[in-house]
């Protein structure tokens, strides 16, 4: 015969373990838009600022979703290098343009300067409403520095929002159903 005490602790454990497994099972399988191509691609070097930049993903967005282009390096007509926040060309929701609602597109002004640009995204799937985010860049009348994109393979970077949570919630629930399997029985003495 076991303590009462121990089943309710085994139970606890069990209960909650499993409860964080689904929980995190769920998030991973909620459909995600991801990213498929750009214009301009990821690390591209161009010979001037492009009119717009748009981002191509595997889903249908939601109107949550954005895109941010601003420069962080320019290059005036002396040629040196000038490290500063530049302008910001922000947009939300799909592109108008895109009958199947998978493009995200920020306008830019004519006449930037060239420069490092950086794109930024939060794209959210209109199916579940799962958010992913990402970044690239790309030069314009510069090549993209190697010691920018050493730690970006291809120069983008691409993450589902929270994934780090999804994975402590899994890992936490894995480590409660193993204790409460592996909880020691101990049978009641008289």
């Known amino acids: 015969m076991f303590r009462l005490p121990d089943l309710i602790i085994r139970a606890a454990l069990l209960f909650f373990g499993s409860v964080m497994l689904l929980f995190g099972a769920c ?58 926040d530049g302008k910001r060309f922000t947009a939300s929701g799909p592109d108008p343009g895109d009958s199947r609602g998978r493009t995200l597109r920020a306008d830019l002004e004519p006449g930037l300067p060239r420069g ?27 090549p993209v520095p190697a010691d920018i994109t050493r730690d970006m393979p291809g ?21 409660l159903v193993a204790l409460g399997a592996l909880l020691p029985r101990v049978p009641w003495r008289r």
């Open 27 to 84: 998030d991973l399988l909620a459909p995600r838009a991801r990213y498929v191509n750009s214009s301009p691609e990821p690390g591209a070097a161009l010979a001037a600022p492009p009119a717009s930049v748009s981002i191509n993903f595997s889903d249908e967005l939601a109107p949550e979703s954005d895109i941010a282009v601003a420069s962080t390096i320019t290059l005036p007509p002396s040629g040196e290098a000038v490290y500063a």
């Open 116 to 142: 490092l640009y950086w794109v930024q995204w939060r794209a959210v799937a209109a199916r579940g409403k799962a958010a992913r985010f990402g970044s690239f860049c790309f030069g314009a009348g510069m």
């Open 155 to 175: 120069a983008l970077r691409e993450r589902d929002y929270q994934w780090r949570g999804r994975r402590a919630a899994l890992l936490g629930g894995v480590l």
